[in-house]
T-cell receptor, first 115, second 110 residues
Framework: DAGVIQSPRHEVTEMGQEVTLRCKPI?????LFWYRQTMMRGLELLIY????????DSGMPEDRFSAKMPNASFSTLKIQPSEPRDSAVYFC?????????????FGDGTRLSIL | SQKIEQNSEALNIQEGKTATLTCNYT??????LQWYRQDPGRGPVFLLL?????KEKRKERLKVTFDTTLKQSLFHITASQPADSATYLC?????????FGSGTKLNVKP
């Protein structure tokens, strides 16, 4: 079975540009999570969806960040405008539930560098 | 403030020994705690889940304990192998908010 698929794997862009990260969750999973990982702050939850509905976006750092899940098989995380401090690895994960009584399955991330 | 602490220093052990990693938390009341493995350039991979009413969970060479009084979970790998070298993260679920520790890097030397 295919796991969580993220694209692109690497993104390098200049500050001020719009960045869109994409995620395809595992088929049948109804919860989707976006995380950001940095050396300083570790793995932080940005937002999660349950049945395509955003449940908690309190981790989204500021209004420059937005996330959508138009259907059960696709989600995007957008940064506009991007800043150098947004440089990090962004992970998407999916699960059959929005509680940690089920495993979260992670993609291999998008390594984002903002110059 | 709420936080999860994992030893930031790498744990270096000899092959065949038991590795023990610690996850301490404050100001949470997690219903579940999970452990993940992360290899360089990859996403975390789920290993084990333990519930608040469980003291211990085992899976092959892995064992997890959960002490809600001490607010601590221990993760053990017995008969460690060089292939076990990775970063191990704990994660907890506190009233539908999810928090990960920063991870402990394990190096198993042959």
């Amino acid at each position: 079975d295919a796991g969580v698929i993220q694209s692109p794997r690497h993104e390098v862009t200049e500050m001020g540009q719009e960045v869109t990260l994409r995620c395809k969750p595992i088929s049948g999973h109804n919860s989707l999570f976006w995380y950001r990982q940095t050396m300083m702050r570790g793995l932080e939850l940005l937002i999660y969806f349950n049945n395509n509905v955003p449940i908690d976006d309190s981790g989204m750092p500021e209004d420059r960040f937005s996330a959508k899940m138009p259907n059960a098989s696709f989600s995007t995380l957008k940064i506009q405008p991007s800043e150098p401090r947004d440089s990090a690895v962004y992970f998407c994960a999916s699960s059959s539930r929005d509680r940690l009584d089920q495993p979260q399955h992670f993609g291999d991330g998008t390594r984002l560098s903002i110059l | 403030s709420q936080k999860i602490e994992q030893n930031s220093e790498a744990l270096n052990i000899q092959e065949g020994k038991t590795a023990t990693l610690t996850c301490n938390y404050t100001n949470y009341s997690p219903a579940y705690l999970q452990w993940y493995r992360q290899d360089p350039g990859r996403g975390p991979v789920f290993l084990l889940l333990i519930r608040e009413n469980e003291k211990e969970k085992r899976k092959e060479r892995l064992k997890v304990t959960f002490d809600t009084t001490l607010k601590q979970s221990l993760f053990h790998i017995t008969a460690s192998q060089p292939a076990d070298s990775a970063t191990y993260l704990c994660a907890l679920d506190n009233f539908n908010k999810f928090y990960f520790g920063s991870g402990t890097k394990l190096n198993v030397k042959p």
